[in-house]
């Protein structure tokens, strides 16, 4: 059974402290992605990865980082989380070709 | 200008009536495609069904069903007979092929069914 695996369904974090969001997808897809959902906003694009090493900006990637060192892997950085990024945050993976998204179960993100 | 518009924050169907989700696209893009999404309170997205531009037939996938009107940009989902697990979000997104792979999402609507 394909997956994209979230590293935590739920995180509490405090102002100022850093938080890492990791996603792993066993499909071997180019294409990964971070979004951010809250409500009443739909999903928005917080950064996307089409090969190990790069990385593209979404629409909403102040305040955010992302590595991908392995194709695999696409990990979501916060360097210094603030209450405005309490959210969930949702990862996926597609192929390079036509095709759907494949999303992760979500971490939802509370920062105090 | 939004790439996805989904006009019906929310909206109530009868369990075993059908009920049309709207959705509008835009792009200039001669090759794109369009998707379905659900989401239920558990919070994981379920891939519902996809539609390609070039597509002639409208596409279909069990009790859902997408109406495709290429020439007014609308890609509404339609559920045949509801059912209480039906209620959830729903998302619809766009896919450019110009965009490097990037997948535009609207802004949801919250189906409820009542029994």
């Known amino acids: 059974d394909v997956k994209v695996t979230q590293s935590s369904r739920y995180l509490v974090k405090r102002t100022g402290e850093k938080v890492f969001l990791e996603c792993v997808q066993d499909?071997?897809?180019?294409?990964m992605f971070w979004y951010r959902q809250d409500p009443g906003l739909g999903l928005r694009l917080i950064y996307f990865?089409?090969?190990?090493?790069?990385?593209e900006k979404g629409d909403i990637p102040e305040g955010y980082s992302v590595s991908r060192e392995k194709k695999e892997r696409f990990s979501l950085i916060l360097e210094s989380a603030s209450t405005n990024q309490t959210s969930m945050y949702l990862c996926?993976?597609?192929?390079?070709?036509?095709?759907?998204?494949?999303f992760g179960e979500g971490s939802r993100l509370t920062v105090l | 200008a939004q790439k996805i518009t989904q006009t019906q924050p929310g909206m109530f169907v009868q369990e075993k009536e059908a009920v049309t989700l709207d959705c509008t696209y835009d792009?200039?893009?001669?090759?794109?495609?369009l998707f379905w999404y659900k989401q239920p309170s558990s919070g994981e997205m379920i891939f519902l069904i996809y539609?390609?531009?070039?597509?002639?037939q409208n596409a279909t996938e069990g009790r859902y069903s997408l109406n495709f009107q290429k020439a007014r940009k609308s890609a509404n989902l339609v559920i045949s007979a509801s059912q209480l697990g039906d209620s959830a979000m729903y998302f619809c997104?766009?896919?450019?092929?110009?965009?490097?792979?990037?997948?535009?999402f609207g802004t949801g609507t919250s189906l409820t069914v009542i029994p």
């Open positions: 996926a993976s597609s192929p390079l070709g036509p095709g759907e998204l494949f």
């Open positions: 499909m071997d897809h180019e294409n």
């Open positions: 990865s089409y090969d190990v090493k790069m990385k």
């Open positions: 792009t200039s893009d001669p090759s794109y495609g």
């Open positions: 539609q390609g531009s070039y597509d002639q």
């Open positions: 997104a766009m896919r450019e092929r110009d965009t490097g792979n990037q997948f535009y």
